[in-house]
């Protein structure tokens, strides 16, 4: 067995044991290993007690790897993320004292409970994988994920994320509320079901970097090139969207497609990948019109105008 393939078994394995643990979700998990072998951050987006922090915590216990959790509340600092230095008597010095964010995978936990000044502390780790503190710079360690959980914007106590913030995320899901079976089957197997602290290692991060190479090796034809140009292209000169998606947006929509294609076992992409990705990588991405919305619906209301966009434009054979 090839150590690609073996790594492609792993996945399903990991695949397999969170879906054990969040029930009737298997479109979110797959999202969610979609954008981690994609090497991007994850937003999950939905009211509270739908199972968001469960599949961060599952993802993570997935592989080895180090996890910090950060509970963002309104008093959050960025030193309280980052790090701080602090002048050590021994040395006569200052000394860099890490933050929580030096970690393979960070959960953000309800990241919209805090002030976008302290958001932007994220930027520069989430986009380029290091953090400046007192003019120093500090890599952060590979792989780097960030998984970040919001409540819906109408909800007491929370403030929108900046439109830089919501760039840097690859894609953003929703759980929803499970299907009638499942959410029966969720009471019925309450005290015997798998818990996150007892899921096993599956992947090890030597594997998830490997992934995250071969993901980068998938062949995109130029048809399909096209056919992502064209639909950022329609959101550019949409009547509904003041804002259209920017380059970091479409380079986005076509590392997911790759990684979509090599979670499906093959090494080269479909149109149908792009179509299916087409509304977690860019709804999060465009400002709908306020002519055309209220504040609390426009994240359907983007879905909705991506869809018509998606509609009317052409799909490569």
Do not use: W
């Not at 993802?59 to 230095?85: K, M």
């Not at 919209?112 to 302290?118: A, V």
């Not at 619906?297 to 879905?303: G, M, T």
């Amino acid at each position: 067995m090839s150590k690609t393939v073996e790594v492609e078994l792993k996945i399903r394995q990991l695949q397999q044991a969170i879906e054990a643990v969040v029930l009737g979700k298997p479109q979110a998990v797959r999202l969610a290993l979609v954008c981690l072998l994609a090497d991007g951050h994850l937003l999950i987006e939905d009211v509270p007690g739908v199972g968001k922090t469960t599949l961060a915590h599952a993802l993570s216990r997935g592989f080895d790897c180090t996890f910090r959790r950060i509970q963002f509340t309104s008093d959050l600092l960025p030193s309280d993320i980052l790090g701080v230095s602090i002048f050590s008597q021994a040395s006569h010095s200052f000394e860099f004292r890490r933050g929580p964010i030096f970690a393979n995978v960070v959960l953000a936990d309800e990241i919209n409970r805090t002030t976008p000044k302290t958001q932007s502390a994220l930027l520069e780790a989430m986009s380029e994988g290091n953090v400046s503190v007192d003019n120093h710079t500090h890599p952060l360690p590979r792989p780097f994920m960030v998984i970040a959980t919001q409540n819906p914007i109408e909800h007491h106590g929370t403030y929108p994320l900046p439109e830089s913030q919501l760039d840097r995320f690859l894609l953003r899901i929703r759980m929803g509320y499970p299907e009638g079976e499942a959410e029966k089957e969720i009471l019925r197997s309450q005290n015997h079901r798998p818990s996150v602290e007892r899921m096993e290692t599956v992947l090890r991060m030597e594997d998830v970097l490997e992934a995250q190479m071969a993901v980068t090796q998938i062949r995109v034809d130029d048809s399909l090139l096209d056919y992502i140009m064209a639909i950022v292209e329609a959101t550019r000169h949409s009547e509904f969207l003041p804002i259209g998606v920017s380059p970091r947006g479409s380079i986005a929509l076509r590392r997911a497609a790759q990684a979509l294609a090599y979670y499906e076992g093959r090494d080269y992409c479909i149109p149908d990948d792009i179509k299916r990705l087409v509304l977690p990588v860019l709804a999060h991405r465009v400002i709908v019109s306020s002519k055309y919305s209220s504040p609390h619906k426009r994240s359907d209301e983007a879905e909705a105008i991506l869809a018509e966009i998606l509609r009317n434009i052409e799909v490569p054979l």
